[in-house]
């Protein structure tokens, strides 16, 4: 009676196989051995179902090759694939290139540990034969990716971690992630946490490599949020003469900026100007060459730092004269007069309740170049010699008086 290997080579005893000797032993290296050893296969899960690979035997078994790539027609739930027999010993790099998104479990007898590989991702795994009743697949890179890594050097070009927690169990709370050379570091998780309360949490870009913090995709609305502990301090310091970048900037609470250079704050035209403007923003107007901020109970864009001039000759309602407090640079304040001082561009008419000639003159010019009417209630002087303009025209109401000294 013939005897078979863990992996399904014929065993041959002394005076066996007498004429059939070499198309054995052919079997045993040709495709049993370079199957186990080096084959790769490509095998295919048709019927969207649960598959159980059998290594037969003496002779070729799609669930002997060293590497299977499992593809498939759309799978519509994560599919188990069962190695047998249940006493099987051996190693695989099974790769998920199905369709569907789906995951696929590797198992091994009707008990025992299973090993998930979700879709487009490749492992190591290996059976332990323990039979029917515990057999096991376990992942050989389990002590690798499910435990942390607290000393020594990880050393690739690109690293991924996929995990709930990342955690360093230094007593400093040191944790570096560093890609080696131009490589990047790529953190999938849900939460991210960097740091203690009281501790100093720095994350920084080694060498060359870009430091990317982005949401899952680009495009999605998710937020990434960096948090202190209770008095921690977060610093993101870009390496070297590099530059921090964002797209929208939003300080929650008072914000410094203690350096000892300039802030630059966004500038553009008028035509430019936010579509949407909300109060309190704040920005320089390339086109009137002015800072402006959007303000005022209804607001609009007005000028910081100083007003707007204009050649006011209509509004016919008195207003308020401006005084600075020094009359050459950057007026630090503006004072306004009161009703005892006002003036109506309208008209040109200047109003004081007591003007005061401190040389001790007035001044009238000997020409009446434009027409004027004393109102009831008022009256008029002027020193002569006095000549009215051509077209022009003096009216005084009845009641008053315009004496010409």
Request: net charge negative.
């Amino acid at each position: 009676m013939a005897t078979y290997s863990n992996i399904g080579i014929k065993l041959i005893t002394t005076g066996d196989e007498s004429g059939t000797w070499g198309d054995t032993t052919n079997t045993n290296f040709s495709d049993i051995l370079d199957e186990a050893i080096a084959g790769v296969v490509t095998y295919n899960i048709a019927s969207d179902a649960d598959v159980t690979l059998t290594v037969s035997d003496g002779s070729s078994s799609d669930g002997r090759h060293a590497v299977i790539n499992f593809t498939s027609t759309t799978l519509s739930a994560t599919r188990t694939v069962t190695f047998a027999p249940d006493t099987l010993q051996k190693t695989w790099v099974v790769i998920n290139s199905t369709t569907g998104g789906q995951s696929l479990t590797f198992k091994q007898g009707s008990a025992g540990s299973t090993v998930t590989v979700a879709n487009g991702k490749s492992a190591v795994i290996y059976s332990d034969g323990a039979g029917a009743t515990n057999g096991a697949v376990k992942n050989a890179l389990e002590s690798f990716s499910n435990t942390s890594i607290s000393t020594g050097l990880l050393d690739v070009d690109n690293v991924r971690i996929d995990s709930s927690t990342i955690s360093s169990t230094d007593t400093n709370g040191n944790l570096v992630l560093a890609p080696n050379g131009t490589g990047d570091v790529q953190l999938d998780a849900d939460t991210i946490r960097v740091g203690d309360s009281g501790v100093n949490a720095t994350i920084t870009s080694n060498g060359t490599a870009d430091l990317i913090l982005s949401t899952n995709g680009g495009t999605n609305s998710g937020t990434i949020t960096i948090a202190d502990g209770v008095n921690g301090n977060i610093s993101i310091t870009p390496n070297g003469t590099g530059s921090l970048s964002t797209t929208k900037l939003v300080a929650s609470a008072d914000s410094e900026f203690t350096s000892t250079g300039a802030l630059t704050i966004s500038k553009g035209t008028t035509g430019e100007q936010p579509g949407v403007p909300a109060t309190g923003m704040l920005r320089y107007n390339t086109t009137t060459n002015q800072f402006e901020g959007y303000s005022g109970s209804s607001p609009s864009w007005k000028s910081v730092g100083g007003a707007l001039t204009t050649n006011d000759t209509t509004t016919a309602s008195d207003l308020y004269p401006a005084f600075l407090n020094q009359t050459t640079g950057t007026a630090e304040n503006i004072y306004t007069s009161n009703a005892k001082l006002l003036y109506k561009p309208s008209t040109g008419e200047f109003k004081a309740a007591a003007p005061v000639a401190s040389n001790g003159i007035f001044v009238n010019n000997t020409t009446v170049s434009e027409s004027y009417t004393i109102a009831s209630g008022t009256n008029g002087f002027s020193v002569g010699p006095l000549t009215q303009a051509s077209g022009v025209t003096v009216t005084i109401v009845s009641g008053q008086r315009h004496v010409i000294i």
